[in-house]
Structures are given as C-alpha cells and as structure tokens.
C-alpha cells in the first residue's frame, strides 16, 4: 500500500474497515471512504476516489484518476480506464471492459473513459468504448459492446450494442 508514483504524493487515505486482500496494490494519492473489500490482487492507481461499502474484485484494475461512488461492485477481472466516472450503486460483471483510448497507439489522443450514471448494470464480457455515457438505470447485456451513448433506464445488447427497452424485470434501482 502507498505505492509512490512521484516525490509529492500523499500516502493513500483507507477506513480502518477495509478489507485489503493479499496481493492487491494501493498507490499514493487514493482516497477511499468505509468499507472497502478487494479480491487478491486488484490495482488501484493514483488519483483515484472511491465512495463507501464498494467491492473490488480479484484482479480488478483500476487505472487512476477515476471516480467511483458508493455501494459499486466490480467482479473479477474488470478494467476500468483512466478518466473514468463511475456512479453509485452500479454493478460491472466478471471481464467487464472500460475503454479509454479511440486509436490506440495510431494517433495521440486525449483519453477520455466512459461515464456511467448511477444504477447501471454491466453484465459479464461486455466492452464500453472511450467517452460513452451509460444513463441512470440502464443495463448493458453480457458480451455487449457499447459503441454508443446507452440513454437512461435502457437495455444495450449485442455487438455493437442495440438499445431496447428496459424490461420491467430490469427496472428500477441497484440493491447493491
């Protein structure tokens, strides 16, 4: 923990209630609220902000200079960008994919994550490309790929993404 990415960084700020599993890296300059858990083995680079009661699962990585709001649980092997926002009570699935970078290595590009509003669920192997907002209360279907904004309370599914209604089932908040 406190991993010191450059010579005026601040050891990270972490609730004694964490819960920190064994292989997980915490760099400087993260500030995260009560109630922490991770997986083994999740990276959580600087300048990142973290809200309450959030799980970060095995292998998760979280690439910094992001915001994550309370209640959010990420499952194992998520990808979450730099410049990425992310909102309360949302749910990302095992390999969920957040993107950041349009032209990777092609042309320089400013990187820009996706947002994704408060509710939202990402199902397992779904990908968000690069600047994409993905509404309050949508769901993006298992193995999705979201090429485009997902307004709010709407079903994205398929490859690229369709938007349908959101089916009653679906509807409503995250109880996470």
Do not use: W
Not at 8 to 31: C, F, Q, W
Request: glycine share 10%; charged share 20%.
């Amino acid at each position: 923990m406190g991993v010191q990415y450059a010579e005026e960084s601040d050891k990270p700020s972490i609730d004694k209630r964490a819960t920190v599993r064994s292989g997980t890296i915490i760099y400087n300059d993260v500030v995260i609220g009560t109630d922490l858990t991770t997986g083994h083995s999740a990276l959580i680079r600087e300048e990142t902000t973290i809200g309450d009661d959030v799980v970060i699962g095995t292998n998760t990585v979280i690439d910094g200079q992001t915001t994550i709001g309370s209640n959010v649980s990420m499952q194992t092997n998520v990808y979450v960008p730099t410049n990425t926002t992310i909102g309360d009570r949302v749910f990302l699935g095992p390999n969920a994919v957040l993107t950041n970078d349009s032209y990777p290595i092609r042309q320089d590009d400013d990187l820009e994550g996706p947002t994704l509003e408060d509710d939202v669920s990402v199902g397992a192997n779904a990908t968000i490309l690069p600047g994409i907002t993905v509404g309050e209360g949508a769901f993006v279907a298992a193995g999705a790929v979201v090429t485009e904004d997902v307004p709010a309370r709407t079903l994205a599914v398929g490859t690229p993404a369709d938007h349908r209604d959101l089916p009653p089932e679906l509807e409503g908040g995250n109880d996470l």
